[in-house]
């Protein structure tokens, strides 16, 4: 999913990412009862002099789980290395990056739950006893030579806690799970980036750009974005009048909703009665991957109260059937 309301970035979009990031907990909004709970984790470590317990971030795209890995290495002024879980094919390349770690230095490894099986049991270890095997040699003669490595903070990040073997889930002493951003947090999070923009828009506009967002921080950033563009190329003032225009002109809906969340609604309702209907079946008569729906626009439509889902399926509700305009059967 690609479009403007996709909580997943794009790639030409990481250069704005890093200028709008928040650099300490306390710049970045929203998630406080995660924030307390971090804060309190990175202190106590720190007056013990140790590094802090493992962190797992779970949560949809968008939410600020990078912009968190970046800020616990900032707060305990340590360096940060940065993998990913697709990265990671064999249990050769973790070693790689275990044994040149620093000491107290923060490996962040996004998409951990997509890290390849072999390289798992490594990671148990390396986070337990901060000890790796390296095989050396094969077949019969195989021998492992065990490796100190330095102690260091794992945060892993994933869209998908459930994916996780419960070993590796087991080894994290925190996990965070963040939730969707209010409205409030959001004009927040708009208000912030625009001031770095040094783009001028009204209140009623960064209001009218947060209840659009999807409670995504990257969408609403997005967003803005967008509606700073219009006003430049039509030499507007950022009022609700120009976040309204360029909105339309993207196709995002007064609830936020793009082509896709429309897509998968009108799909349930037209061909399959509103459901019930499991994900594979759905995926694939919208054209998407199930992961893409499972994991960027299920969550929002169950968020907003469109969809349900259901142990025999996905369903779509009453209020699901209102936004699609089609007048939902009589229950008989
Ligand atoms: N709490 C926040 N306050 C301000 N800005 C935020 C906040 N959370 C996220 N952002 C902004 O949203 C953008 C996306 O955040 P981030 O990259 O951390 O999301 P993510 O959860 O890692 O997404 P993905 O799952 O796609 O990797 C960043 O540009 C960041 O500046
Ligand atoms: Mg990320």
Redesign the pocket.
């Known amino acids: 999913m690609t479009g403007e309301l996709s909580?997943?970035?794009t790639t030409g979009?990481l250069g704005?990412?890093?200028?709008?990031?928040?650099g300490s907990l306390e710049?970045?909004?929203?998630?406080s009862r995660v924030r307390q709970q971090l804060r309190l984790l990175l202190d106590a470590a720190t007056m013990q002099q140790r590094t802090p317990d493992h962190i797992l971030?779970a949560?949809?795209?968008?939410?600020?789980?990078?912009?968190?890995?970046?800020i616990v290495a900032a707060e305990l002024e340590k360096p940060l290395h940065q993998t990913s879980g697709p990265a990671i094919q064999h249990a050769g390349d973790l070693a790689a990056v275990l044994s040149a770690l620093t000491p107290g230095e923060v490996l962040f490894i996004?998409?951990i739950h997509r890290m390849a099986r072999s390289a798992e049991e490594m990671l148990y270890l390396a986070m337990e006893d901060f000890k790796i095997d390296i095989m050396v040699g094969k077949g019969a003669g195989a021998t492992s030579i065990p490796l100190e490595i330095a102690p260091f903070t794992l945060v892993g990040?994933t869209?998908r806690a459930g994916l996780l073997p419960n070993p590796l889930r087991d080894r994290f002493g925190f996990t965070a799970h963040?939730e969707f951003?209010a409205d409030d947090?959001l004009e927040?999070?708009v208000t912030?980036?625009a001031r770095l923009l040094e783009f001028d828009i009204a209140a009623a506009g960064v209001s009218e750009i947060a209840r659009r967002s999807r409670g995504?921080?990257?969408i609403?950033?997005r967003l803005l974005r967008r509606v700073r563009d219009y006003s430049l190329v039509h030499g507007v003032a950022g009022g609700t009048d120009a976040v309204q225009a360029a909105l339309a002109l993207y196709d995002v809906d007064a609830q936020g909703l793009d082509r896709l969340d429309r897509e998968v609604l009108r799909a349930v309702v037209e061909r399959f009665g509103g459901g019930p209907v499991g994900l594979s079946t759905l995926a694939v008569s919208v054209g998407e991957e199930a992961e893409t729906i499972e994991s960027v626009v299920e969550p929002f439509l169950v968020r907003a109260g469109l969809l349900s889902r259901t142990p025999r399926g996905r369903t779509v509700t009453r209020m699901g059937w209102e936004h699609t305009g089609i007048p939902m059967p009589p229950v008989s």
């Open positions: 909580g997943q970035a979009e704005y990412e890093g200028a709008l990031r928040p710049e970045f909004v929203g998630q971030l949560g949809p795209p968008g939410l600020g789980k990078t912009t968190l890995s970046m996004d998409e990040a869209t963040l951003y947090e927040s999070v912030r980036a995504t921080p990257r609403a950033n």
